[in-house]
């Protein structure tokens, strides 16, 4: 089993910037993509960025400019640099984690973290 655990979230104002981090614990052999998806109430869950194990990034439209991906793999940790917050970015925000449980399979499963909440309001 892998389990991710997010921190980072809470309350800012308009402009403000917050920092999110993911670290996945537990047994696998590699992971592979690792990124940030976000949930408003009434929305459905969307991409914010993704980060591979080589480094490509892939980020959202509404993100770009504003939001940086990067990850330690070897901490098994990615992070998420919001600046310029705006109310719209008012989410919970999910970490995922693509996992290869082992060398011998190219098998690959998705794991999620419980969700952060960022609001941003003044």
């Known amino acids: 089993q892998v389990q991710l655990v997010e921190s980072g979230g809470g309350l800012v104002q308009p402009g403000g910037s917050l920092r999110l981090s993911c670290t996945a614990s537990?047994?696998?052999?590699?992971?592979?993509?690792m990124g940030w998806y976000r949930q408003a109430p009434g929305k459905q869950r969307e991409l914010v960025a993704s980060?591979?194990?080589?480094?490509?990034?892939n980020i959202a439209a509404f993100g770009k400019g504003r939001f940086t991906i990067s990850r330690e793999n070897t901490k098994n940790t990615v992070y998420l640099q919001m600046s310029s917050l705006k109310p719209e970015d008012t989410a919970v925000y999910y970490c995922?984690?693509?996992?290869?449980?082992?060398?011998?399979?190219?098998?690959?499963?998705?794991?999620w973290g419980q969700g952060t909440q960022v609001t941003v309001s003044s």
């Open positions: 995922k984690a693509v996992v290869r449980h082992s060398g011998y399979s190219y098998t690959f499963e998705d794991y």
């Open positions: 537990g047994t696998f052999f590699r992971i592979s993509t």
């Open positions: 980060i591979t194990s080589e480094g490509y990034i």
